[in-house]
């Protein structure tokens, strides 16, 4: 048998206390949200996500066949009583709309400006969830969006700052001249594979980006991966699309494309 199934799912005295007397399908139903939960802080959606080889190890403790599970209701009284005893065992709490704002707020300040990726997101806002001690809510997407979408609202406020009047117009004139050959198509350009051609275009763009003379900072605590996707967005865009785009987005889309050095990355926050 698998050492780490053993080790995750064998019900110990406390957990055999907790079942007491319940009956068939409740007791491996209970028994399985219990261990899941001791081993996710959180409880599963379903019975699909359960491991049918936990399944079969815990029935088999508990002395209820795995297909009980079957029967075991996933909505109602006796399932909330089931979570809410579980919760107060391990001393979690359920989410409530007021950490949805809190934990969107800390997302947008401690975790978007050093990672870009959905999933690392999501597995940041679990692990603040567990260190609270709060049960993640179903709406886990949702708070990542609204923690995204301050973020950039930060990020775009802070560069428009740094930018001023001077630097702003100088990036908005590379819209206004948009065509073919212009400066934007230039900086836009890929390019290509590895050679004397592909390093002369990069000369090309350094060039013309440092003739734009932007104030230095303006990413100052944002890591290169987050500016580097910023920039990948500019470069898909059509003029039309920077046109079309809030001032503040598109001045930071201009300002990522523009960008010739590094203002430093900053390291994944602990806390």
Not at 70 to 77: A, C, D, I
Not at 216 to 221: A, M, R
């Amino acid at each position: 048998m698998n050492p780490g199934l053993i080790e995750d799912w064998t019900l110990v005295g406390r957990d055999l206390d907790l079942l007491g007397q319940k009956p068939g399908p409740t007791r491996l139903g209970f028994a399985l949200l219990l261990k899941f939960f001791e081993i996710e802080a959180r409880f599963p959606s379903g019975p699909d996500e359960f491991d049918p080889a936990a399944v079969a190890y815990v029935s088999e403790q508990v002395g209820v066949p795995a297909e009980g599970l079957g029967s075991y209701m996933w909505t109602g009284r006796t399932i909330e009583r089931h979570r809410s005893d579980i919760r107060s065992v391990f001393g979690f709490r359920e989410f409530t709309s007021a950490d949805e704002a809190r934990l969107a707020g800390w997302l947008a300040e401690r975790v978007c400006p050093s990672e870009v990726r959905e999933s690392a997101l999501v597995q940041a806002l679990l692990a603040r969830c567990r260190q609270e001690r709060i049960e993640p809510p179903g709406r886990v997407g949702r708070i990542v969006g609204a923690g995204r979408a301050l973020f950039e609202q930060r990020l775009c406020a802070d560069v428009v700052k740094v930018l001023g009047q001077d630097g702003a117009a100088g990036l908005e004139a590379l819209v206004a001249d948009g065509a073919a050959g212009s400066l934007l198509s230039v900086l836009k350009a890929d390019p290509g594979p590895a050679g004397l051609e592909s390093l002369l275009a990069e000369v090309e763009k350094l060039s013309a980006a440092q003739g734009l003379d932007l104030p230095s900072g303006l990413f100052v605590g944002v890591s290169e991966k987050v500016v580097s996707a910023w920039r990948a967005r500019a470069a898909r865009m059509y003029p039309s699309d920077f046109q079309e785009a809030p001032r503040p987005v598109r001045l930071t889309l201009l300002a990522a494309l523009n960008r010739t050095g590094f203002d430093g990355d900053i390291d994944y926050p602990e806390g």
